[in-house]
């Protein structure tokens, strides 16, 4: 039995220029205890938007399809093997062939499919690991985003509209992303309903143990779950938060928060992804296991600078493929900055110093920013990340800080909601330099360890 609706109307790519639009009804069921997931999903997407009379997209490899329909009638597809990246370790490609001569718009594509999770290890758990998952559904904890293709994937990495009605057992606390509905209980179950009108996924979290703790400083409501992260430790992070939301909003103008509150999930994952975690609009996802391990190793140890990154990344989210690293780049920066303004300036100095050593340290064959490749390997991570911020810091000191945030706010306001690559990030930033073009130039194009 499937007890709950999920409907998301999206825009999702197809390419870096052309527009999907798909409409999701997915019926969803979650059984933690036995690991598994059952979903009812109805699609309805364009005709003028099918390529060959063909519907395409990824879906989690160990799943299940058990009817399929197109247009009402009974269809049939062929499986294709997807590319294997760290962001989709564990897909498999559904070709749909639309039949019929006459086909109604949109094409209607209802689907079932059930299963579990293949067994890979969170992310760090294995020593050279070079796949890992995240996404999880056991009695501890239900991660589910876009890495897992659990739902119907045309493009990863899009901005979606959403809204979300989530079925649990009794007791499971859920934060999702979006916006908060309504949530109750029926038949024993829990049950949450969210919608969100710009997410890049559909992002489910989920535990038994859940605290959920809501403060409002300066007049942002912010929501932190944990399972047993010190009360001092989340108290003192509610303001950080605060403030930093209160900077970047000063220096770039208003984003898109769903329902005007932040949300900061400690997972109860083991290692997973990184230290600070993922972001989506509103949402902060961030590996409870590894931070405990820190905070008992060093007490006075903080996420600021990691937190203040991934909350750069409620502004900065619009770079698209290879150019990925613009996001990266002005997210790292941007928590350099938060550091200047509400820690020290000796610390901030302290960042750029280490940013400058690991860059310094790249092997002469590394890739230019750009040229950089879309997925992080240490190599790839030092030239998105610290090379990009030492780049923006760069172009700060030849504008100064009045010109360089109010460009950076241009910027921002420029692009939102659409998605640039390397071009675009190139003809912006020459014409704010005017003479001094060539300093954009020098960084996007040194390979290796080199500082222009």
């Given at each position: 039995?499937?007890?709950?609706?999920?409907?998301?109307?999206?825009?999702?790519?197809?390419?870096?220029?052309?527009?999907?639009?798909?409409?999701?009804?997915?019926?969803?069921?979650?059984?933690?205890?036995?690991?598994?997931?059952?979903?009812?999903?109805?699609?309805?997407?364009?005709?003028?938007?099918?390529?060959?009379?063909?519907?395409?997209?990824?879906?989690?490899?160990?799943?299940?399809?058990?009817r399929l329909l197109v247009n009402g009638?009974?269809?049939?597809?062929?499986?294709?093997?997807?590319?294997?990246?760290?962001?989709?370790?564990?897909?498999?490609?559904?070709?749909?062939?639309?039949?019929?001569?006459?086909?109604?718009?949109?094409?209607?594509?209802?689907?079932?499919?059930?299963?579990?999770?293949?067994?890979?290890?969170?992310?760090?758990?294995?020593?050279?690991?070079?796949?890992?998952?995240?996404?999880?559904?056991?009695?501890?904890?239900?991660?589910?985003?876009?890495?897992?293709?659990?739902?119907?994937?045309?493009?990863?990495?899009?901005?979606?509209?959403?809204?979300?009605?989530?079925?649990?057992?009794?007791?499971?606390?859920?934060?999702?992303?979006?916006?908060?509905?309504?949530?109750?209980?029926?038949?024993?179950?829990?049950?949450?309903?969210?919608?969100?009108?710009?997410?890049?996924?559909?992002?489910?979290?989920?535990?038994?143990?859940?605290?959920?703790?809501?403060?409002?400083?300066?007049?942002?409501?912010?929501e932190i779950y944990d399972t047993r992260?010190?009360?001092?430790?989340?108290?003192?992070?509610?303001?950080?938060?605060?403030?930093?939301?209160?900077?970047?909003?000063?220096?770039?103008g208003e984003t898109s928060i769903p329902?005007?509150?932040?949300?900061?999930?400690?997972?109860?994952?083991?290692?997973?992804?990184?230290?600070?975690?993922?972001?989506?609009?509103?949402?902060?996802?961030?590996?409870?296991?590894?931070?405990?391990?820190?905070?008992?190793?060093?007490?006075?140890?903080?996420?600021?600078?990691?937190?203040?990154?991934?909350?750069?990344?409620?502004?900065?989210?619009?770079?698209?493929?290879?150019?990925?690293?613009?996001?990266?780049?002005?997210?790292?920066?941007?928590?350099?900055?938060?550091?200047?303004?509400?820690?020290?300036?000796?610390?901030?100095?302290?960042?750029?110093?280490?940013?400058?050593?690991?860059?310094?340290?790249?092997?002469?064959?590394?890739?230019?920013?750009?040229?950089?490749?879309?997925?992080?390997?240490?190599?790839?991570?030092?030239?998105?990340?610290?090379?990009?911020?030492?780049?923006?810091?760069?172009?700060?000191?030849?504008?100064?800080?009045?010109?360089?945030?109010?460009?950076?706010?241009?910027?921002?306001?420029?692009?939102?909601?659409?998605?640039?690559?390397?071009?675009?990030?190139?003809?912006?930033?020459?014409?704010?330099?005017?003479?001094?073009?060539?300093?954009?130039?020098?960084?996007?194009?040194?390979?290796?360890?080199?500082?222009?």
């Amino acid at each position: 039995m499937i007890g709950c609706l999920l409907a998301i109307s999206a825009g999702l790519v197809a390419g870096e220029t052309s527009v999907l639009p798909v409409s999701y009804d997915l019926n969803v069921r979650i059984e933690p205890s036995q690991g598994s997931i059952a979903v009812r999903a109805k699609l309805g997407i364009p005709l003028e938007n099918l390529q060959s009379r063909e519907v395409r997209f990824d879906l989690h490899e160990t799943f299940e399809i058990e009817r399929l329909l197109v247009n009402g009638q009974e269809a049939g597809f062929s499986l294709q093997p997807a590319d294997v990246t760290p962001v989709k370790p564990a897909s498999k490609t559904i070709v749909i062939r639309v039949p019929g001569e006459k086909v109604p718009d949109p094409v209607q594509v209802e689907i079932d499919y059930t299963g579990r999770l293949k067994n890979i290890p969170e992310n760090g758990a294995v020593p050279g690991q070079r796949l890992g998952l995240d996404d999880q559904i056991n009695e501890r904890m239900v991660e589910l985003a876009s890495y897992s293709s659990w739902y119907p994937q045309f493009r990863w990495g899009q901005l979606l509209q959403s809204t979300l009605r989530l079925s649990l057992p009794q007791g499971w606390v859920s934060v999702c992303s979006g916006q908060r509905r309504e949530e109750r209980v029926e038949a024993g179950r829990a049950l949450t309903l969210w919608s969100s009108t710009n997410d890049v996924d559909v992002v489910v979290l989920a535990s038994p143990h859940y605290r959920k703790r809501e403060v409002r400083e300066s007049g942002v409501a912010i929501e932190i779950y944990d399972t047993r992260m010190p009360a001092a430790f989340i108290d003192r992070e509610a303001g950080q938060i605060a403030g930093v939301l209160a900077l970047f909003t000063g220096r770039l103008g208003e984003t898109s928060i769903p329902g005007g509150v932040v949300k900061h999930v400690y997972s109860p994952k083991r290692k997973g992804q990184g230290m600070a975690g993922i972001a989506r609009p509103g949402l902060i996802v961030t590996s409870e296991g590894i931070t405990a391990d820190s905070l008992a190793a060093d007490s006075n140890f903080s996420l600021f600078q990691g937190i203040a990154h991934e909350l750069a990344h409620f502004w900065w989210n619009f770079g698209s493929g290879q150019g990925d690293w613009v996001n990266e780049a002005f997210s790292e920066y941007f928590s350099a900055v938060a550091v200047q303004a509400l820690v020290s300036e000796e610390q901030f100095r302290g960042v750029m110093a280490d940013c400058r050593r690991s860059v310094r340290e790249l092997p002469a064959d590394a890739p230019s920013l750009s040229r950089v490749p879309f997925m992080d390997g240490q190599v790839n991570w030092v030239v998105r990340y610290r090379k990009g911020a030492l780049m923006l810091d760069s172009v700060r000191h030849v504008l100064g800080d009045e010109r360089f945030f109010a460009s950076a706010r241009e910027f921002f306001e420029t692009h939102r909601g659409r998605s640039i690559g390397t071009p675009e990030f190139r003809h912006f930033w020459r014409q704010r330099l005017v003479e001094q073009a060539a300093v954009v130039d020098a960084w996007l194009d040194a390979g290796g360890g080199t500082l222009p």
